[in-house]
């Protein structure tokens, strides 16, 4: 790229440089040519009006004005008649003075009274006039000798030459120079990404002087942060997994041999055993529907099919699916529910919202094992808040930013007699976020957490599906 860069740059100099030469070429030869006609027309006419119509009283006053043309201005002048005779001149007529004045005569192509024309060559520029000089016809002729001209535009253009090898050069610098500025940030960003492939992830992609590499820069860096934190996420998915798939593999295992070696003759206690293994293999199956969901749900491969339902009764559903939980380990579940409410979802994906909140508040709660759910209509706002609070240690400000995160978890300790793979609270931000649903949390560190859905309010008709 920087030999590209380079090339090109310093290939458009050269033909601008070529371009602007030509057209200096061109401009000052035509300008000096140019100058040269007005000149010798200047003189021309100058001297027309001193001679034309005087007599031969007024030779010295001619002869001086011719000679003082001809120190100024650096031309020869001849006064001549038509028969080619020259008598007064600025210098002795040359030995090819009768092809001088052929060419004259030819060009003027007989006396005309004011006549005047403009002829010559490269060499030599010549004006012609038509005048009166003592009574006699008379032809005036200034000659400019063009080679002063001609020498002094090509001193000109071989300064130009000068001065276009000199930026030619001075450009094949300056675009190398420039070449290396825009490739060297452009290959170090490549060599960068090419560790970060490799998943070095503690690379940091430097800012560069030109603004859209320093954007460039920053998108890069910005999307190493998302990978890193996503591999990282990974990564934990897996230990959480492979901890919470073999604890009760290895229960099921281990519960199994009891009923096989210990107790296959005792009803009582092979009943027990069996239990044991029945509720690990719900527990599996528990972990590996979480999986899959989060997948399903995060592809979108799963449609919404709304319909209207009773939000009261189904939350009672939910909630007494948890009365092992006081049965068993103590928990205590208050719930304050008002009466029919009904509201439009997707009964089966709300169903993985609400029972993911409440396992959630089951996980996280405090030491009272206390666990407050409530359903509430706001009739002002036409929706229902659905609430469920723990006395755990709260959530701080940071961690708010990355509960809903697929494979997140709290650091801090908790019971947790439900168990997960820290995909939950994703799957509620999917399928909520599907349903264009408010919903969030207020947590204040130790004073425990409340996690909110608010649910459109209906009319009840509970048979009624929407499409």
Known sequence: MQVLLWRYFAIFTVLIIAVVSLVCFGVLGNAYSAQARDRITTIGRGLTMIIDGKNSQFTGEVGGEMNRYAFTEGVDVFLTGTDGQAFIYTTEPSDDWDSIFSELNSTV?????????IYGSSSMLNYASCVTFNGEQCYLLVRYPMYIMTESVNSMQIYIIIIAAVTIIIAFIISYIL????????????????????????????????????????????????????????????????????TPLTMIK????????????????????????????????????????????????????????NLTEFIYGIMNKFDYLQETSGYKFYVDIDPNLYTLADEEKIYQVIYNLVSNAVNYTGADKCVYVSLK????????????????????????????????????????????TGLGLNIVKIILQAHNFDFGVNSVKGEGSTFYVDFPEVSSNPDEKIN
């Open 109 to 117: 192509n007989g006396w005309t009274e004011n006549r005047a024309v």
């Open 179 to 246: 070449a290396q500025r825009i490739a060297r940030p452009i290959r170090t960003i490549s060599e960068t990404a090419t560790r970060m492939a490799k998943g070095d992830y503690s690379v940091q992609f430097a800012s560069a002087e030109f603004e859209e590499l320093a954007q460039l820069s920053e998108s890069l860096n910005y999307a190493k942060d998302e990978i890193k934190k996503s591999d990282d996420f990974q990564k934990e998915l897996l230990a959480n997994v492979s901890h919470d798939l073999r």
């Open 254 to 309: 281990a519960y199994a041999s009891m009923v096989k070696e210990i107790s296959g003759d005792d009803p009582q206690k092979r009943e027990k055993h069996l239990q044991v293994i029945i509720d690990e293999a719900d527990r599996l199956t528990g972990l590996v529907n979480d999986i899959l969901n989060a997948s399903k749900v995060s592809a979108g491969l799963s449609e919404l099919n709304k319909k209207v339902f």
């Open 377 to 420: 209509d706001m009739p002002e706002q036409s929706r229902i808040r659905f609430a469920v609070r723990d006395t755990g240690k709260g959530i701080s400000d940071e961690e708010k930013e990355h509960i809903w995160d697929r494979y997140y978890r709290s650091k801090d300790a908790h019971a947790r007699p439900v168990k997960g």
